[in-house]
């Protein structure tokens, strides 16, 4: 939550902006953009309130403004919205009833600026979707507008005051993104335009660096961004107005580096605090961008992307972001995800935001990305904290100062080698690792190396070693719907896939292999999905140890499949 002053000052302008002339009416039709599920809004129908990894179930007739909310992020997304999206989708009288009704009391409890909902960026946020279904929330009701274009106004003239006290980055574009459709859709409000639009290509010049990337290396982030940055243009369009010349420079950016975070299945690879996205969000997004470039870029944003035949790799092949912007980043270095077709294979464990700190935690560590970890140590280390939007957070820190990567193509596979030096001031150590993706996208062989480089190197080794060597464990996440089991006496792990596709994991015998239990960590449900673990243990004995291990496709596994299985995205268990 924000901090006393802020809030102070928060409510100030939240007054102050209902002294205005108020909105009375739609400038111009709004159309919806943003894209809802069908089966999350009949939960919120029957009384099902599932937020921030929370469900309230709601006694009958029971309003969302009358729940206590369980933590701040579960405040956040009510009064921020989206899950109006979720109610047009269902689309019937009684969703719009419901919408109708939420909105009514949110602005007869909070349209003061009473509440938690009028930070900037919710408002931005709260903004977009009230205009985006307008034609859904007022059809049928006459007596809705009045309040409802106050609210709208009241909004409107708060951000035009207090956008500029977000935090650049995503939650500054969402601000300005609200206020320019608020100022393009509302008479009265067209002042604020020229202004929204200047600021945003001056956001867009900060956040996104000349390779369109974003500093958090957050790839769900930066879809985020790039949709909010594609409906701004396209509301500017349609009501006659250019976009900033940086605002349309940084689509054309981004574009490329999105398809290069994508895997085979459609989803985004997920790391630093990434989820896969909406399902259809990067699809639609990219479509409506109308940038076709796919950028020719070896490495976007920090990630390579291998793609052969019907399978994808991902591989985190830079630095972790530094300072500020660690706050949500992983000790990831050189971690890899890996889907076949439109199944997920080999992935991260993903964001523990959504189950509380300890869980926050956990998924930022080493051992929940699919690489090695040397004796419980992570890449980086959390450490730093910062007070942030209210809250304090964990910067990284001791994070690798040299991540190399080198691509090259031969006649049978893509290969790709990178290292990191995070372990070489604790233990002296390098960590090098090679994957070879087989042209026919049928194999991935790996190489994992640890190696000292010169004489302080060796001697810190030593020194930290012992007379048994120095452990170290090479994990590889599967996605809680691949099915692995020990085959060959201890020497393979098969892994079916719903597909009906079955992946051999094999190694050269100096690891000892196991296969554990893991989470699969995604936003929208109650808790952690289980899940399982390949494990290699093993010890690091001398200056040079080499582990190499294959994936491969079982030779029955046809090179096509027809895989129109469909996955229930909702299931909470």
């Known amino acids: ?44 129908t029957t009384g099902n309130y599932l937020f921030a990894g929370y469900l309230v179930e709601a006694s009958p007739g029971q309003s969302l403004w009358t729940i206590e909310p369980p933590s701040n992020a579960f405040a956040e997304e009510i009064h921020g919205f989206l899950w109006l999206d979720d109610l047009a989708a269902v689309g019937d009288a009684s969703a719009r009833a419901l919408a109708q009704g939420w909105i009514e009391e949110w602005i007869e409890l909070y349209g003061t600026g009473k509440g938690p909902g009028w930070a900037p ?9 009230w205009i985006n279904h307008a034609i859904f929330l007022m059809s049928g009701k006459s007596e809705f507008g009045n309040g409802f274009f106050q609210a709208l106004g009241r909004q409107t003239r708060f951000l035009s005051r207090r956008w500029s ?92 580096v999105l398809r290069a975070l994508r895997h085979s299945d459609g989803g985004l690879a997920r790391f630093h605090g990434g ?44 630095p972790p ?29 993903g964001s523990g935001a959504a189950f509380g700190e300890e869980w926050r935690r ?3 560590a080493t051992p929940s990305h699919s690489t090695l970890s040397l004796e419980g140590y992570s890449s980086s280390r959390l450490g730093e904290r910062r007070l942030m939007s209210g809250r304090a957070r964990e910067l990284l820190t001791d994070t690798p100062c040299e991540v190399l990567t080198e691509r090259r193509h031969t006649d049978t596979a893509l290969r790709q080698q990178a290292s ?34 010169n004489d302080n190197d060796r001697g810190r080794l030593s020194a930290t070693m012992g007379h048994e060597g120095l452990p170290f464990a090479i994990r590889f996440h599967l996605h809680p719907e691949a099915d692995a089991s ?26 000892r292999l196991a296969i554990e239990p893991s989470v699969y960590l995604e936003r929208g449900r109650l808790k952690p999905r289980g899940a399982e673990q390949i494990v290699l243990f093993g010890r690091a004995t001398t200056d040079t140890t080499r582990v190499r291990w294959s994936l491969a496709k079982a030779q029955e596994t046809p090179l096509s499949v027809r895989d129109i299985q469909r996955d229930d995205p909702l299931n909470t268990d």
């Open 486 to 511: 020990v085959d060959m006496a201890g020497a393979a792990v098969s892994i079916a896939l719903k597909s009906g596709e079955i992946w051999v994991f094999r190694h050269d015998g100096h690891a």
């Open 362 to 364: 956990a998924g930022r």
């Open 165 to 256: 006290s977000t935090t650049p980055g995503l939650p500054r574009i969402e601000a300005l993104t609200g206020l320019i459709y608020a100022g393009l859709s509302l008479t009265g409000m067209e002042q604020y335009v020229p202004t929204a639009i200047a600021a945003l290509g001056k956001s867009c010049e900060q956040h996104l660096d000349s390779d369109g990337g974003l500093a958090s290396r957050n790839p769900e982030e930066l879809l985020e961004v790039f949709t909010l940055l594609n409906w701004a243009a396209l509301a500017l369009r349609e009501a006659g107005r250019t976009p900033a010349p940086a605002h349309e420079a940084a689509i054309a950016r981004a574009a490329p």
């Open 420 to 453: 990191h030096d995070g372990y070489r001031t604790t233990h002296g150590l390098v960590h090098v690792r090679t994957l070879e993706l087989h042209l026919d996208g049928r194999g991935l062989a790996g190489e994992d190396l640890l190696v000292a480089l």
């Open 321 to 349: 972001p530094q300072g500020v912007p660690s706050y949500n980043a992983h000790a990831s270095t050189l971690a890899f995800e890996l889907t076949s077709g439109r199944r997920p294979l080999i992935v991260s464990c």
């Open 121 to 129: 960026d919710l408002t931005g946020r709260r903004l977009i979707r």
């Open 1 to 44: 939550m924000p901090a006393p002053r802020t809030q102070w000052v928060t409510k100030l302008h939240a007054r102050l902006a209902g002294l205005g002339r108020p909105a009375t009416a739609f400038v111009s039709q709004p159309e919806p953009r943003s894209i809802g599920h069908f089966a999350k809004g009949r939960q919120l």
């Open 275 to 318: 989820g896969r996205g909406l399902e259809g969000r990067l699809d639609e997004a990219l479509a409506t961008s109308g940038v076709k470039s796919d950028g020719g870029l070896d490495i976007s944003m920090g990630f390579t992307r291998q793609v052969a035949g019907r399978t994808s790799v991902i591989m985190d092949a830079a």
